[in-house]
């Protein structure tokens, strides 16, 4: 995303002084300006759900292909990746959550298991990012506190803790000038950023976002077609109940009965 200077002396001459004289900024203030960048309080708070679809592409393997991943309020998420041989499932009803891995020659052969308990608090903090846009964390015992004042890709930012839990804190460095996000870390180390911009009914989204590790890129994802507000059944985002067909060859799984036994 472009980012300008103009004007920008005032208001940051305002935050310094904020930061000088109360100690710290607020963290409920610099939340209020990223909300405020995204469209504000009355668009934000009328986002009852979200499809995103597009292309992705991960350089360390070199698959791509494309994407959908669909958000629903309270709690619920769905996200689907194709490469072209292979659809991956991962999703939470917002009690439990799955991933299923199927043969795109074959969409009834597929492996399905169920989250580890790590796996699934660590999507549902993803859920609750994606719906309630740099809101208070309360709805998922979280907690966001507000770290320093600092220097994100040249631009002064504020840097903001987002806590889920101990082991899982993300950080995402806030423009002091106009609210945007100029990135976000999280625990394993990569390094989140958005470019572009593409309004949806009042509401600003990134057209690209690119995850980097050690410096380089990782994954990128396209956004193509974003749509909200539309009604998805919870069916959508339960366990699936059908028995699968392993992806496993039958010498495969006759290797494993005999290594049980």
């Known amino acids: 995303m472009a980012r300008t200077v103009t004007n920008a002396f005032p208001f940051a001459l305002f935050m310094w002084l904020a930061t000088t004289l109360a100690g ?13 960048h995204l469209g504000g309080d009355a668009v934000l708070n009328g986002i009852e759900s979200i499809r995103y679809e597009g292309t992705f592409f991960n350089r360390p393997d070199g698959t791509g292909g494309r994407f959908i991943i669909t958000l629903q309020k309270p709690g619920q998420q769905r996200t ?8 991956t499932i991962t999703a939470t009803d917002g009690v439990v959550g799955w991933n299923r891995v199927s043969d795109n020659r074959d969409p009834d052969r597929y492996d399905l298991r169920g ?7 660590r999507l549902r903090y993803n859920t609750h990012d994606n719906l ?9 015992d979280g907690e966001v506190e507000y770290e320093k004042r600092t220097i994100q890709d040249g631009f002064p930012a504020h840097k903001l803790a987002f806590y889920f839990d101990d082991e899982l804190v993300f950080h995402r460095f806030i423009d002091v000038q106009d609210g945007s996000v100029i990135a976000t870390r999280n625990p394993d180390g990569v390094t989140v950023r958005e470019f572009g911009n593409m309004w949806v009914d009042g509401m600003r989204f990134p057209r690209r976002v690119i995850a980097y590790l050690d ?4 994954t990128r994802l396209e956004y193509e077609r974003i749509v909200l507000n539309e009604s998805y059944p919870d069916s959508f ?11 496993r060859s039958p010498d495969e799984e006759l290797g494993s009965r005999e290594e049980g036994s």
Not at 81 to 87: A, H, I, P, V
Not at 132 to 140: I, Q
Not at 215 to 218: P, S, V
């Open 24 to 36: 710290s900024v607020p963290v409920d203030a610099v939340l209020a300006q990223a909300r405020e």
């Open 80 to 87: 689907e990746f194709n490469d072209g041989r292979l659809t």
């Open 115 to 121: 989250l580890s308990p790590k796996e699934h608090r």
């Open 132 to 140: 309630y846009f740099y809101s208070r964390m309360d709805r998922v």
């Open 215 to 218: 410096g380089e890129e990782a």
């Open 237 to 247: 985002f339960e366990f699936p109940t059908i028995e699968p067909r392993s992806l």
